[in-house]
T-cell receptor
Framework: DTEVTQTPKHLVMGMTNKKSLKCEQHMGHRAMYWYKQKAKKPPELMFVYSYEKLSINESVPSRFSPECPNSSLLNLHLHALQPEDSALYLC????????????FGPGTRLTVT | DAKTTQPPSMDCAEGRAANLPCNHSTISGNEYVYWYRQIHSQGPQYIIHGLKNNETNEMASLIITEDRKSSTLILPHATLRDTAVYYCIVRVDIPGRRALTFGSGTRLQVQP
């Protein structure tokens, strides 16, 4: 199984809402990632977890709060977002944080109203 | 970070080889070149990577020049399903900071 799953596929939320994105992999990978992708732009790295610990935070605003409850699961908690946060949020995993090949999920399309 | 330069778009006829160039003139000696692609409405997909030598797998071939300042991804027999944005990435080789930084990529359109 080389699949990374993400839920929900689409999410619309108001600026005062609190929501969470979920990502799951069952490949035994020990590194997991969150990327943000705006329309017609390349993915931008947000966070890296290695062995369930946050290893890279690319100066992401605190309204985005990642969580890695176990090695298979990665969450991104959202609170007080702005309309400019509307984007495709991609999750990825790899065997180790330094490993070459990352497997990406299909993404969650987020719209902030 | 070693930056990459790619043409914004290319066309290729179905069944022909697609040759996608990438310039990475500031690459360091221990930095790898990766290629990913992103088909519309999907997450990026790993294709291939290399350091110095040419590499081949079931998807593509990667040709890296001897001075390592540029590389070419070759899809030997392009199909319509290869229409995608192709990203050439140089992975920063700093312990604790090894991460992929995507550039703007090349939008490959395979024509029937």
């Amino acid at each position: 199984d080389t699949e990374v799953t993400q839920t929900p596929k689409h999410l619309v939320m108001g600026m005062t809402n609190k929501k969470s994105l979920k990502c799951e992999q069952h490949m035994g990978h020990r590194a997991m990632y969150w990327y943000k992708q705006k329309a017609k732009k390349p993915p931008e790295l947000m966070f890296v977890y290695s062995y369930e610990k946050l290893s890279i935070n690319e100066s992401v605003p605190s309204r985005f709060s990642p969580e890695c409850p176990n090695s298979s699961l990665l969450n991104l908690h959202l609170h007080a977002l702005q309309p400019e946060d509307s984007a495709l949020y991609l999750c990825a995993s790899s065997q180790e944080a330094d490993y070459y090949e990352q497997y990406f999920g299909p993404g969650t399309r987020l719209t902030v109203t | 970070d070693a930056k990459t330069t790619q043409p914004p778009s290319m066309d290729c006829a179905e069944g022909r080889a697609a040759n996608l160039p990438c310039n990475h003139s500031t690459i360091s000696g221990n930095e790898y070149v990766y290629w990913y692609r992103q088909i519309h409405s999907q997450g990026p997909q790993y294709i291939i990577h290399g350091l110095k030598n040419n590499e081949t797998n079931e998807m593509a071939s990667l040709i890296i020049t001897e001075d390592r300042k540029s590389s070419t991804l070759i899809l030997p027999h392009a199909t319509l399903r290869d229409t995608a944005v192709y990203y050439c990435i140089v992975r920063v080789d700093i312990p604790g900071r090894r991460a992929l930084t995507f550039g703007s990529g090349t939008r490959l359109q395979v024509q029937p």
